[in-house]
T-cell receptor
């Protein structure tokens, strides 16, 4: 079974600074996708970024980028120029590349932005 | 695009009653929808996978007779919590993908906060 681990229950960062959230996963599959979702206090799940396992290039979306290390099964999220609106729970998620598969989530990291 | 609507956003019910939660894909067809449950300050735990026109697949430990799932059309799945008890109080979220591809991200409803008194 696939598992996703987020070892940082809480993180904080000064506004405008950079922070990195960690995520590791375990799978025997070679084809899969990884995601970072953000859940603000409204509890709406918002997709932040997506990474295809077959791609070596790290995904980037504006201030958000990932460091994907397939061999190490590591998938960290870097947030640059942190903004107050980035404060939220961040969940790392895994999805097998096979039809319409479920998402398996990590335990989450609560990110606080310090003004 | 890819909007998922969930209703109601919150509901309070008495012990022993049943509550139905609806999940609709507004601008795409979803052959598969997923129902998650989230306790305070915890992650999302998959309860069941809802397949259009067939029986839902429940995760281990989830009572299928208590959490009834119906996926009667390509745009609607419902979760009914039967004979609700206070321990069923939680946040329930549905999700769907508009393509049967692993790379397609799941789009989530806004969730339903259920309180059983």
């Amino acid at each position: 079974a696939q598992t996703v681990t987020q070892s940082q229950p809480e993180m904080s960062v000064q506004e405008a600074e950079t922070v990195t959230l960690s995520c590791t996963y375990d799978t025997s599959e070679s084809d899969y996708y990884l995601f970072w979702y953000k859940q603000p206090p409204s509890r709406q799940m918002i997709l932040v970024i997506r990474q295809e396992a077959y791609k070596q290039q790290n995904a980037t979306e504006n201030r958000f980028s990932v460091n994907f290390q397939k061999a190490a099964k590591s998938f960290s999220l870097k947030i640059s120029d942190s903004q107050l609106g980035d404060a939220a729970m961040y969940f790392c998620a895994y999805r097998r590349d096979f039809g319409n598969e479920k998402l398996t989530f990590g335990t989450g990291t609560r990110l606080t932005i310090i003004p | 695009g890819a909007v998922v609507s969930q209703h109601p956003s919150w509901v309070i019910c008495k012990s022993g009653t049943s509550v139905k939660i609806e999940c609709r894909s507004l601008d795409f067809q979803a052959t598969t929808m997923f129902w998650y449950r989230q306790f305070p300050k915890q992650s999302l735990m998959l309860m069941a996978t809802s397949n259009e026109g067939s029986k839902a697949t429940y995760e281990q430990g989830v009572e299928k007779d208590k959490f009834l799932i119906n996926h009667a059309s390509l745009t609607l799945s419902t979760l009914t919590v039967t004979s609700a008890h206070p321990e069923d109080s939680s946040f329930y979220i549905c999700s769907a993908s508009h393509r049967a591809q692993g790379g397609s991200p799941l789009h989530f409803g806004n969730g339903t906060r259920l309180t059983v008194t």
